[in-house]
């Protein structure tokens, strides 16, 4: 293997562990009944750079994505009581995206300016 490709899979391993981090830190926020929506959302769309901020949403739009993909495809392994209601719909959005978006079924892939 050469050095170029070690490096390049030290990147996605950093990469990837990034992810986890904040997808940890985002549950540990969220995981409080009391959770400041409004203060993350104020930060995100008034704070953050906008090159940033289209970041961001394509991270929420393909979570949005993939959850509605989710129920559609394989609900029983993913949801239940507890969140079927916020997979349901994520569905709808799913659903009324690819028909209406510019982009079609990848509408969650914004690009980045």
Same mark, same amino acid.
């Given at each position: 293997?050469?050095?170029?490709?070690?490096?390049?899979?030290?990147?996605?391993?950093?990469?990837? +562990?990034? *992810?986890? !981090? /904040?997808?940890?830190? @985002?549950?540990?926020?969220?995981? &409080?009944?009391?959770?400041?929506?409004? $203060?993350?959302?104020?930060?995100?769309?008034?704070?953050?750079?906008?090159?940033?901020? +289209?970041? *961001?949403? !394509? /991270?929420?739009?393909? @979570?949005?994505?993939?959850?509605? &993909?989710?129920?559609?495809?394989?609900? $029983?392994?993913?949801?239940?009581?507890?969140?079927?209601?916020?997979?349901?719909?994520?569905?709808?959005?799913? !659903?009324?995206?690819?028909?209406?978006?510019?982009?079609?079924?990848?509408?969650?892939?914004?690009?980045?300016?």
């Amino acid at each position: 293997m050469e050095e170029h490709e070690k490096q390049e899979i030290k990147w996605q391993v950093r990469r990837r +562990q990034e *992810a986890v !981090k /904040l997808a940890e830190s @985002l549950e540990h926020f969220v995981n &409080d009944m009391m959770f400041d929506a409004d $203060s993350f959302i104020e930060q995100l769309t008034r704070c953050t750079h906008r090159t940033l901020q +289209q970041s *961001a949403l !394509k /991270l929420i739009f393909k @979570l949005i994505d993939v959850c509605g &993909d989710r129920y559609d495809n394989d609900r $029983s392994r993913y949801t239940d009581g507890r969140n079927e209601l916020s997979y349901r719909m994520c569905s709808q959005i799913r !659903k009324a995206m690819n028909e209406k978006s510019p982009l079609g079924d990848r509408w969650w892939n914004q690009p980045f300016i």
